[in-house]
């Protein structure tokens, strides 16, 4: 790729004056200016227009290498001026170099002193990088020309041409970002300098042991350095040890602009020097009291370190790969579990003044359990249509419960029989009844079962009724009567001990329909019925309908009847003419009875039959 010979500036805005600051492309240009020296053109503007233009430097050069009037005083002041006087001038003995060699001293030089004219404007001045333009009127835009004199045309030299409203005083911006992390004798800071690249050079960082009088740690300004595996680099990071132990220390950051100028403070942080802990904590002693408590016992490794963590923090788990959780925290060496679990692993962890914890291996502890649990309470049971059981029940309030055993009998005089394989871990269970049984109930009991296979008493039995499918014996009717105003149906009750409810209906001979006699419940023991409510010459059916307390139902036999008792209403609307002359009697009558087969007429004379 071809090199680009160019100028860069920056330029920062003041009251009454602008300061810019330039930096040639490459070395060669930078040999070139030092010989020819700079000329900078300033050019007024109103809109687009150039209203003057004026020379503000024909040519702007370094220092002379004899001008040790200006020189002296520099190498006294400023560490850095040194890296100026040999990229100017090279006065190193390089007799003993090769060219290779030579060149890349002479370029070590010069980005080193390009890097010491970021933060020192005497530096850049001396070097010929700098110029104070103090003629300016701050309600003006102003454009800048800045130009190597006596240029080859063929290294075609692009100037820097730059426009300045003078109105707009440059600010630098705010550092917010600072922040950092402490840990034992140390601080590791850190910020996000890639948004401000473009704002400042370098920082200072600054610490205070009254967040009051602040002074800067760093011996030359702290730079964004990236290489080739850091393309993408953001953070700056840098490590200070605190002077003194268990003190409280503030730190904030300066960034350092272009111009060698300082920003405002950022963000303050603190924190607290304390000495790192070269042992580790230990369980001295563990034991277990009437088999009842743990007691636990601990100290550092090196006992001249007990003293050294803020607190210890004692943590348990029922196994040794954890959780761990915290039972308790103090600056004592001691502490009694009286709540222990029957299988317990302990560790104690050392919490340093800056809260970073180091704990010790888990030591264990066993409690020889041999007290059961309380019987499980609350049993309640569901059952469906179709046998199956949900049987469910409170959670045991023993924090070492391993699971639950359910049992099951027939009746609550036969033993009861446990019916699962392996534990209920929940409370809760399922169950499938057989239905094709003529058993009515079910029994269920419940036993809570610890870590160390004690077992609770038998819960209080809850009783199930079992689905019942088998439909109720069938009633029988056992005869169909005809009386003088009806029928009387007679008839045998099921023998079934669950009947709920029977129900007698009637059907006509030509009828699809059953009419509803009547219906009684089963402990009304309801045996015979008169039905007056029937019609001369019509036949007759009677079914019972009956059901159990389970919706079960059976239907009896199906008898028929012709309800002819021999007998009609007598005949009351009758009217009689009589025709002598044709020696005729003419009869009327009405006669709404239906199913009549004939009318039958007697007659007598008198006293005759």
Avoid at 464 to 490: F, H, Q
């Amino acid at each position: 790729m071809a090199q680009t010979n160019s100028i860069e500036a920056k330029y920062y805005v003041k009251e009454k004056e602008i300061l810019i600051r330039w930096a040639p492309s490459n070395k060669q240009l930078f040999d070139l200016a030092v010989k020819n020296g700079y000329k900078i053109t300033r050019y007024t503007l109103s809109g687009a227009t150039i209203t003057n233009s004026v020379v503000l430097e024909n040519s702007l050069k370094p220092f002379q290498a004899n001008d040790s009037a200006r020189w002296i005083p520099l190498l006294k002041a400023k560490e850095n001026a040194i890296l100026a006087v040999k990229a100017l001038y090279q006065n190193e003995n390089t007799s003993n170099m090769t060219v290779k060699q030579k060149q890349e001293q002479e370029l070590m030089f010069y980005n080193l002193v390009l890097l010491s004219c970021n933060f020192d404007p005497d530096i850049a001045k001396a070097c010929g990088l700098f110029f104070k333009d103090d003629t300016i009127n701050n309600s003006t835009i102003y454009q800048y020309k800045i130009e190597i004199n006596q240029a080859p045309i063929a290294l075609k030299i692009v100037p820097e041409i730059i426009k300045i409203d003078a109105s707009k005083l440059s600010e630098n911006p705010k550092l917010t970002s600072f922040s950092g992390s402490f840990k034992n004798k140390k601080v590791k800071l850190k910020w996000k300098a890639i948004d401000h690249q473009n704002d400042y050079a370098g920082y200072n960082i600054e610490r205070s042991s009254d967040s009051i009088t602040f002074a800067k740690i760093n011996s030359s300004p702290i730079i964004l350095l990236t290489s080739q595996y850091e393309k993408k680099k953001e953070y700056i990071f840098y490590n200070d040890t605190f002077p003194s132990l268990n003190k409280k220390y503030f730190y904030r950051l300066r960034g350092i602009n272009h111009f060698g100028e300082f920003s405002n403070p950022s963000n303050v942080i603190a924190g607290i020097g304390y000495q790192a802990l070269i042992s580790m904590p230990i369980i001295d002693s563990i034991k277990v009291v009437q088999n009842r408590k743990v007691f636990i016992q601990w100290r550092m490794l090196d006992k001249s370190e007990n003293e050294i963590p803020k607190e210890y923090i004692l943590v348990r788990a029922k196994k040794d790969k954890g959780p761990y959780l915290p039972i308790y925290k103090s600056k004592q060496y001691s502490f009694t579990d009286e709540n222990p679990e029957s299988s317990g692993y302990y560790k104690i962890g050392a919490i340093t003044l800056n809260n970073d914890t180091l704990f010790s291996y888990s030591y264990l502890a066993i409690i020889t359990d041999s007290i059961p649990p309380a019987p499980p309470v609350g049993l309640k049971a569901t059952v469906d249509s179709k046998g199956n059981v949900a049987l469910s029940w409170d959670k045991n309030p023993e924090n070492d419960i391993q699971g639950y055993k359910v049992f099951k009998a027939n009746s609550l005089k036969e033993e009861f029989v446990q019916i699962n394989n392996e534990f209920a871990r929940e409370p809760k269970y399922k169950d499938k009844l057989n239905l094709k049984t003529l058993s009515k109930h079910i029994y269920y009991s419940v036993v809570a079962t610890d870590n160390t296979y004690n077992n609770s008493q038998l819960s209080k039995p809850i009783e199930v009724k079992r689905p019942d499918t088998i439909a109720p014996v069938a009633p029988i009717i056992t005869e169909l009567k005809i009386i003088s105003n009806g029928v009387k149906i007679s008839w045998i009750l099921s023998s079934s001990t669950d009947v709920k409810q029977y129900v007698l209906y009637r059907q006509k001979e030509n009828s699809k329909t059953d009419m509803k006699v009547t219906e009684w419940n089963a402990k009304d023991s309801l045996r015979s019925l008169k039905d007056t409510l029937l019609e001369f010459g019509e036949g007759y059916r009677y079914k019972i309908i009956v059901s159990d307390e389970d919706d079960n139902l059976s239907v009896s036999n199906y008898p028929f009847i012709k309800y002819e008792t021999g007998f009609r209403k007598k005949i009351t609307d009758v009217s009689i003419e009589v025709d002598r002359t044709s020696k005729l009697i003419r009869l009327k009558w009405n006669y709404t009875e239906k199913g009549l087969e004939k009318f039958i007429i007697y007659r007598s004379k008198k006293d005759e039959p």
